[in-house]
């Protein structure tokens, strides 16, 4: 009993002390944090979690991953110990809300923002299709593909299971907007074979009031309204019906917009002959690309022929590019 009696006033402790001091050591958990977490329970659709806190945290089966869980376990283990996104404070009980997902996305963002700075190529599946283009996921997070940067002649609804190459057009975390062309992703291939001053071969896919949209070995080049001849020309249709096959010259390449601007104008023997003598202009089409590669290649060391003044090549007027459709949010709904 003396032992006793000796042992309880050297300790001088009571139950309030103890709990004073555990609330004086209790870690201050805040909504945003990320904590290490031990899985000790799983519950049909969520888990709970020793994050060290006075109350075991719980994750919702939806925050357990960037992708669709249809039971806790095709994530998470019991007693595996991993990195939880704290989502919410204390609930009415001292229960705190946790997130995988959340870390999933942030790591999504970062990686997607490096592939753009990389100027990164990436590939996809289409998952599904829309009146404005289609979506793909890219590193867990959903994007879309504007039916102006979408490069083929099926239709878009064809395209869902197929795997596209893709670049990147914007990355934008928070507006939460992920937007990517296929278009740019071939452009950026073809560019690697083609060359300006090459003459190509290529069919009219289109026309507009500004000119002609030309496919050359599928991808599409811009014959402007201001490259057919040196004639002036009210409308391309005047020149030109859909299908046609001609020849044309590469006067740019733009890899950074995805755009190949193509020429007729420059491969005219005589002023007009792309109205008036077609075939000349087939026939001396690459004597005449010849021609304009030195006189390119003469400006660019800054030499000027003694028998004529280099001419400026004309400047491309900017369109007005057509309004694209609503992009959809690159979070899953």
């Known amino acids: 009993m003396v032992s006793q009696k000796t042992s309880t006033i050297d300790i001088g402790f009571t139950h309030d002390d103890f709990a004073a001091l555990l609330d004086k050591y209790d870690y201050h958990f805040s909504p945003g ?19 060290g806190a006075k109350t075991a945290a719980y994750i919702p089966i939806q925050e357990m991953s960037i992708n669709r869980v249809d039971a806790p376990d095709e994530v998470l283990q019991s007693n595996e110990t991993r990195e939880f996104f704290i989502l919410t404070d204390e609930n009415e ?18 990686r997607v923002r490096q592939l753009q700075a990389e100027d990164a190529t990436v590939r996809s599946l289409v998952f599904a299709t829309n009146r404005g283009g289609a979506l793909v996921r890219i590193e867990g997070l959903r994007g879309f593909i504007p039916g102006s940067h979408i490069s083929t002649r099926k ?7 197929e795997e596209l190459p893709l670049k990147f057009l914007e990355v934008d975390e928070d507006r939460n907007r992920l937007v990517l062309s296929h278009r740019r992703a071939l452009v950026e291939r073809k560019m690697n074979r083609l060359e300006v001053g090459e003459v190509v071969i290529g069919s009219v896919r289109g026309i507009k009031p500004y000119g002609a949209f030309i496919d050359i070995g599928g991808v599409s080049g811009l014959l402007h309204i201001s490259e057919i001849s040196h004639d002036h020309i009210d409308t391309p249709h005047s020149v030109f019906n859909v299908n046609d ?18 020429s007729t104008k420059q ?16 026939e ?10 030195e006189k390119m290649l ?33 979070t899953e709904e």
């Open 155 to 161: 239709p878009k609804e064809d395209l869902v299971g």
């Open 267 to 282: 491969l005219e023997p005589e002023p007009g002959d792309m109205i008036n003598n077609r075939d000349r202009v087939y």
């Open 245 to 262: 096959e001609l020849k044309v010259m590469i006067i740019d390449l733009d890899a950074e917009r995805g755009r190949i601007s193509l």
């Open 93 to 110: 009980d001292g229960q705190l809300t946790l997130s995988i997902r959340r870390i999933e996305y942030m790591r999504a963002w970062e």
């Open 298 to 330: 003469a400006q660019q060391q800054g030499i000027s022929p003694e028998s004529e003044t280099p001419e400026e090549p004309e400047q491309e007027p900017e369109q007005e590019p057509e309004q694209e459709p609503e992009i959809a949010s690159a």
């Open 284 to 293: 001396k089409a690459e004597e005449m690309a010849q021609k304009y590669r």
């Open 33 to 51: 944090d990320i904590v290490a977490g031990t899985v000790f329970s799983l519950e049909p659709r969520g888990a709970l979690i020793d994050i």
